[in-house]
Each structure stands twice: as C-alpha cells, then as structure tokens.
C-alpha cells in the first residue's frame, strides 16, 4: 500500500519556527515529485511547495517563499518542509503528495489541478499562536 506519512507539527509562537517531514511506505520517492498543501480551518486547500525529484528545482507560493524551505532526502525516502519566521496566518493541517508525472504537474496540483497528485498524507496539525 502506498502511503505519505507526515510529521513535526505542533505548537509554535509567532516568529518560531518547525520542520515537517513526509515520509513514504510502500514505495519509493526517487521519481516523484512532492507537494506541501495546507488547509487552514474555513478555507480551501493552499498549495505551499513542490520539489523535482531529481534536479532539485523547487516551487513557493507567494505566501511563504523566503520563509519556507522544502528538501529530499531520497536515501531516508523522505521530504522536509522547514518552515522559519512562523506567523498565525500559517496555522494549517499540512499535507505532503507525490506525483508520479513530475515537477511541472507537481506545480499544476498547487494550482488546484489535484489529478496529477496521486498519494495523499492524512496531514499534521501546525498552529501559530502565542
């Protein structure tokens, strides 16, 4: 069964900062590329970042490029999203997804296209507030 694991949420004071990780079973995330999402209670799911599973190349939403890092390690089969200078408005479930058609679609899924996203995380709860 394959399955996106996702881990390192929690309670964090404005400014702070917190390091998710997405880790696969069931299969391998050398040829996938991962998406961030984040759903914020009330609102549509936000795509946040995607990374290529091979090149490096990486993708921000306007909301948090400067603030958030997203990297692999394919060795741990696994994605981080480190998130730096934590604000209340980053209060969110966040969900990791692998997409099998690569880094370009990876970036449509941010957009809303969720077709070429095929494994979903159950999410992990990260909330900003002092």
């Known amino acids: 069964q394959l399955q996106l694991v996702e881990s390192g949420g929690g309670l964090v004071q404005p400014g702070g900062s917190l390091r998710l990780s997405c880790a696969a079973s069931g299969f391998t995330l050398d040829y996938y590329a991962i998406g961030w999402f984040r759903q914020a209670p009330g609102k549509e799911r936000e795509g946040v970042s995607c990374?290529?599973?091979?090149?490096?190349?990486?993708y921000y939403a306007d909301s948090v490029k400067g603030r958030f890092t997203i990297s692999r390690d394919n060795a741990k089969n696994t994605v981080y999203l480190q998130m730096n200078s934590l604000k209340p408005e980053d209060t969110a479930v966040y969900y990791c997804?692998?997409?099998?058609?690569?880094?370009?679609?990876?970036?449509?899924?941010?957009?809303?296209?969720?077709?070429?996203?095929?494994?979903w995380g159950q999410g992990t709860l990260v909330t900003v507030s002092s």
């Open positions: 990374i290529s599973s091979s090149d490096g190349s990486t």
């Open positions: 997804a692998a997409s099998g058609g690569g880094f370009r679609l990876c970036v449509l899924g941010l957009r809303g296209q969720d077709r070429y996203l095929e494994v």
